[in-house]
């Protein structure tokens, strides 16, 4: 499996317009192609500013919003008001800025008590979605995805069991470092998407997206090393310091 090369802008400002006419060109080519685009939205601090950017007059109306469907990769078992929501944070960035029919936003519930239930019932919504059977991955035009400082990526967590999960698309997955249960999208549903833009930014990322790019595969203690054995185009998109201790990077 050949290296991937990630494309390294000079500054955070130049990680986030790349990464908004990527997700723009995506868009327009999936409409173009189907009538649709799907997007899987990420959460965390990173790509805040990216929704931010796509909220704005220069990106707002290169998105068809009427045929883009927003869904997320993972979500934290806590209500969409929670400032810990991803959904929320999608919501308040982007959402409420942009022209998207409220029926095109499907948001994992983090709510529910029981997160296996709400799990099952995304699994549904994507299947429905789709026109998928169960056990069938759908194929997200993109998913937008982030790293996390221990190498993981959705809610994909190092020694957590989701990794193992071949056959379910969403399922609970406790994690014992945060002593609480994520929704997350499992490994196929990675490597079903059409594309994937994964986003890194920061000299605290630098040690472990080396790791991740650079050392064999041990998805079990990387799991954003998934990726490399994902179907469609994975394009990494760093900053120069979260790319500072790459090989390839001059010292
Ligand atoms: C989440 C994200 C997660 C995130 C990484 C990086 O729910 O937290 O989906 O996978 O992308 O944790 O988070 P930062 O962007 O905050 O570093």
Known sequence: MPMTTPIVCRSAEELYSRAADAVAVTAERAVAARGVFSV?????????????????????????????????????????????????AAHDALLVHVPIPPANVHRLRGEEDAPEAAASEYERTLR???????????????????????????SLFPHTDALREERRTVVANFVDKLAAYRLTITPPVLRSAREVLVLVSGGAKARVL??????????????????????????????????????????
């Open 210 to 251: 080396r790791d991740v790019l650079e050392s064999p595969l041990d998805v079990d203690t990387y799991p954003s090393q998934l990726l490399r054995t994902s179907g469609g185009t994975v394009t990494w998109m760093v900053d120069a310091e979260a790319a500072s201790l790459l090989s390839g990077t001059p010292g």
């Open 40 to 88: 899987a939205l990420s959460g965390g601090t990173t790509p805040r500013s990216l929704y931010e950017l796509l909220a704005t007059d220069q990106y707002r109306s290169r998105i068809p919003w009427g045929n883009t469907h927003v869904f997320w990769g993972d979500e934290r078992c806590v209500p969409p008001t929670h400032p810990d929501s991803n959904y929320r």
């Open 128 to 154: 429905e979605f789709f026109l998928v059977e169960p056990g069938q991955a759908p194929p997200f035009d993109l998913l937008l995805l982030g790293m996390g400082d221990d190498g993981h990526t959705a």
